[in-house]
């Protein structure tokens, strides 16, 4: 209850009771009696709103922190009554970021200043009542998202006081990137591996996993991790480390000098972050090591670039697509000093793939340090753009992908 509330019921009761008293005085029995019922039902009001938040808990939570970027997810608002005073009309709101839609849009308020959205629902609780209300959510973009701040409102039912209460505890959410089936790739195998691979491998290590994937009929009971299957909600399979090292390099390039406000170039890098989260997700269900690293700038690490070291231990596909979900559209440091530094890194006769968003135009220090690449490693360019354009570096294999279509309408990833 407010300051100012106070003070108007405070004013507002000695005038009625000045008002009472008078009455009485002048022998006026009806008015006085109106007078002490409007009394009486104004200091009902005062202690409703006085208590109402006392021994009143509500909890937000979200049935997992990190999703796909189609998952379904569901947002929980829980509120508990601890005492004999029930509640009525009690409203939590909460401050809901853009890039996430609720199915029943009812409780959606979309704010005019584009800084989010907010969500608004109304409880009616009796004495020592729980009431634990579920909403579907739908993530439409990748990025972390923070549901907060939230707050609770109670207005008395007399509509004489307001009531707020602040809740700080923020609610985090990773939405990885949209991962599509490829086309295509059975020619990206072939060129960089010499044949085509068979799925699987002949010898596992065992005690050397590298995440977990979701169960296919064809998986062993023993390969069956339950601590996942539980976290998941979804059967889990181990991902044994094969007994070599296969690695694959991965590159994902968005030159400084392009315009990253324009929707036509955000689009194109929007694809390019969708090839390299869908040859991830592939490899890793493959069992390959993947090293990953890009020029774009982090949420996560800031103007460094990320690290291309990932922790086996704590899932490689989820660690890969993380930091895919956390970069942003722009760039300040050219790919090729990214790729001249990690290069003495890079055992020979490795496996690189390097996806950019960059067009058919000369940039003779790139090519020059691609082809230097190639002399080391099998090595592949993705590029990301105009279909019809030919290739710029002799002696090096390139794909395409269409960066002409709308990355949100996309289905398949097919390279040409």
């Given at each position: ?66 999703t796909e970027f189609d998952g379904e997810m569901t947002y929980t ?340």
């Open positions: 209850m407010g300051r100012a509330d106070r003070i108007g019921g405070i004013l507002f009761a000695g005038l009625l009771g000045a008002a009472a008293l008078a009455a009485g005085l002048k022998g006026h029995f009806p008015a006085l009696a109106a007078a002490v019922l409007t009394l009486m039902a104004l200091g009902l009001a005062y202690l409703w709103n006085r208590f109402v938040f006392r021994k009143l808990t509500v909890e937000r939570s979200l049935n997992r922190q990190f608002v829980t509120v508990t009554n601890r005492k004999l005073l029930p509640i009525l009309g009690l409203r939590v709101e909460d401050s809901i970021p853009n890039g996430i839609e609720f199915a029943d849009s009812s409780v959606l308020t979309i704010r005019k200043d584009g800084a989010g959205n907010s969500f608004r629902d109304y409880f009616q609780l009796h004495w020592y009542e729980k009431v634990r209300r579920v909403y579907e959510i739908c993530p439409i973009k990748r990025g972390r998202f923070q549901f907060g701040p939230s707050s609770l409102h109670y207005s008395d039912p007399f509509g004489f006081f307001v009531n707020r209460k602040d809740l700080t505890q923020p609610l985090q959410l990773i939405v990885f990137p949209k991962v599509l089936p490829v086309e295509g790739i059975g020619a990206l195998d072939t060129y960089l591996f010499g044949s085509k691979p068979q799925e699987g491998w002949i010898y596992t290590d065992p005690l050397n996993l590298v995440g977990t994937r979701p169960y296919q009929m064809t998986d062993s009971a023993q390969m069956i991790n339950w601590k996942a299957t539980a976290r998941h909600a979804q059967m889990q399979v181990n991902v044994e480390k094969p007994s070599f090292d296969q690695e694959v390099y991965l590159f994902l390039d968005h030159p400084p000098e392009h315009d990253w406000w324009q929707s036509a170039i955000h689009n194109k890098l929007e694809i390019g972050i969708i090839t390299a989260a869908s040859l991830i997700h592939r490899y890793s269900q493959r069992g390959f090591q993947i090293q990953f690293q890009s020029n774009l700038v982090s949420r996560l690490y800031g103007l460094k670039t990320a690290p291309v070291r990932v922790d086996p231990r704590h899932g490689q596909r989820t660690q890969l697509l993380t930091n895919l979900a956390l970069l942003q559209s722009f760039s300040v440091k050219a790919m090729e000093q990214i790729l001249n530094r990690e290069l003495p890194k890079i055992r020979p006769g490795s496996t690189v793939i390097v996806i950019t968003t960059r067009e058919g135009q000369k940039n003779q220090a790139f090519e020059h340090t691609i082809a230097k690449l190639a002399r080391r490693c099998r090595t592949v360019l993705i590029r990301v753009g105009d279909l019809e354009m030919e290739n710029t570096i002799k002696g090096i294999k390139e794909f395409r992908v269409d960066g002409r279509v709308g990355w949100r309408e996309m289905e398949t990833l097919e390279l040409l």
